[in-house]
């Protein structure tokens, strides 16, 4: 189909040296020229559940792409957290919520919990509105773009926190300012944090800093 050639021109474009494989970081500057940002871990996690090593062909790429797909990208931690969240509110196990029950599934996730001067107004409930029910699929969904969202908000404050703008590094004496600015609740769990969590490196790069931040997620998520 189309999408299966336009994949497989974008995947020799990449493939330099014309061998028919391409490693770890030319598969991800690949999966970012489709439009999909993806953390590392859900990347290790797909090259690991499809018994792959560290170079890929066609073939695999496509493997972890329709692997990615059936999950929105997450990483295993955070599909299973996911399904857990629609879960628990799909008391009868219908395979269905309402939207005002995927609200507080989000909520209960960790998204939605708090503000950032960042964040965009969200209108994902319109898209419901009329059938207002939402099955497991479509909340996976919902969340993987209440996830990027996020993501596209770390970004502008490591940007903006970081040196030379985000080229260079984010001092740790700056993270506080920081997890403000990425949402606001964030700031009160800061001291017991650092205390439980002593950071030895003085400078932290964007996945470390992604990694502090989704810490704070899921530490505001399990006092909801």
Same mark, same amino acid.
């Given at each position: /189909?189309? =999408?299966?050639?336009?994949?497989?021109?974008?995947?020799?474009?990449?493939?330099? /040296? +014309? %061998?028919?494989?391409?490693?770890?970081? =030319? &598969?991800? *500057?690949?999966? +970012?020229?489709?439009? $999909?940002?993806?953390?590392? *871990?859900? &990347?290790?996690?797909? @090259?690991?559940? /499809?018994?792959?090593?560290? @170079?890929?062909?066609?073939?695999?790429?496509? +493997?972890i792409l329709d692997f990615l797909r059936d999950r929105e990208g997450f990483s295993d931690a955070k599909f299973e957290d996911t399904i857990e969240s629609f879960q628990h509110f799909d008391v009868k196990h219908q395979g269905q919520i309402t939207t005002r029950q995927a609200q507080h599934a989000l909520k209960w996730n960790g998204y939605l919990l708090g503000l950032s001067v960042f964040s965009e107004q969200d209108h994902w409930k319109e898209k419901y509105a009329q059938r207002g029910l939402i099955c497991e699929a479509e909340f996976l969904r919902i969340a993987r773009e209440h996830d990027e969202a996020d993501l596209k908000?770390?970004?502008?404050?490591?940007?903006?926190?970081?040196? %030379?703008?985000?080229?260079? &590094? &984010?001092?740790? =004496? /700056?993270?506080?300012?920081? $997890?403000?600015l990425v949402n606001a609740r964030y700031a009160a769990y800061h001291g017991d944090w650092i205390k439980q969590n002593p950071i030895s490196e003085p400078l932290l790069d964007f996945e470390d800093f992604r990694k502090v931040v989704e810490a704070f997620r899921l530490l505001v998520r399990d006092t909801f």
């Amino acid at each position: /189909n189309n =999408e299966y050639v336009r994949t497989q021109e974008l995947f020799l474009k990449h493939d330099e /040296n +014309r %061998d028919g494989l391409i490693g770890v970081v =030319e &598969l991800i *500057q690949l999966f +970012r020229s489709m439009g $999909l940002s993806l953390c590392p *871990q859900a &990347l290790i996690d797909a @090259v690991k559940a /499809n018994d792959l090593t560290d @170079v890929y062909s066609f073939s695999d790429f496509w +493997r972890i792409l329709d692997f990615l797909r059936d999950r929105e990208g997450f990483s295993d931690a955070k599909f299973e957290d996911t399904i857990e969240s629609f879960q628990h509110f799909d008391v009868k196990h219908q395979g269905q919520i309402t939207t005002r029950q995927a609200q507080h599934a989000l909520k209960w996730n960790g998204y939605l919990l708090g503000l950032s001067v960042f964040s965009e107004q969200d209108h994902w409930k319109e898209k419901y509105a009329q059938r207002g029910l939402i099955c497991e699929a479509e909340f996976l969904r919902i969340a993987r773009e209440h996830d990027e969202a996020d993501l596209k908000v770390i970004r502008s404050v490591y940007r903006q926190k970081a040196a %030379d703008k985000g080229v260079g &590094l &984010l001092a740790v =004496e /700056n993270l506080p300012a920081a $997890l403000k600015l990425v949402n606001a609740r964030y700031a009160a769990y800061h001291g017991d944090w650092i205390k439980q969590n002593p950071i030895s490196e003085p400078l932290l790069d964007f996945e470390d800093f992604r990694k502090v931040v989704e810490a704070f997620r899921l530490l505001v998520r399990d006092t909801f």
